[in-house]
């Protein structure tokens, strides 16, 4: 299993970022997946989770209305598109995976696989 995040970077209070999680090593389409972020001197934070279909998805209270988790199954690919982003945003942000029959749900807790991060940096 890999999952492999890219897209972060820096911008500006406002600005937007797409994430990308490219996945390999399992049926992608079966199980459903998560963002997770960790910002410095704080512990890890759940975003925001999608099912296996991408007909559901749930999202913390912190990104609710300015983040959109999507998923392209025929590409192995997660997203989290993030818009009106706040200098609170900066963070590392990772992609992670539910084990089979799992089902997504609120916090870190049920993953079992996560990726290496990618930095996302938000200047005021």
């Known amino acids: 299993v890999q999952l492999v995040e890219s897209g972060g970077g820096m911008v500006q209070s406002g600005g937007s970022l797409r994430l990308s999680c490219a996945a390999s090593g399992f049926t992608f389409n079966r199980y459903d997946m998560s963002w997770a972020r960790q910002a410095p001197g704080k512990g890890p934070e759940w975003v925001s989770s999608i099912n296996a279909d991408g007909s559901r998805t749930d999202y913390s209270d912190s990104v609710k209305g300015r983040f959109t988790i999507s998923r392209d199954n025929a590409n192995g690919t997660l997203y989290l598109q993030m818009n009106s982003l706040k200098p609170e945003d900066t963070a590392l942000y990772y992609c992670?995976?539910?084990?089979?029959?799992?089902?997504?749900?609120?916090?870190?807790?049920?993953?079992?696989?996560w990726g290496q991060g990618t930095q996302v940096t938000v200047s005021s």
């Open positions: 992670a995976r539910y084990p089979l029959w799992t089902t997504m749900r609120v916090g870190l807790s049920g993953h079992d696989y």
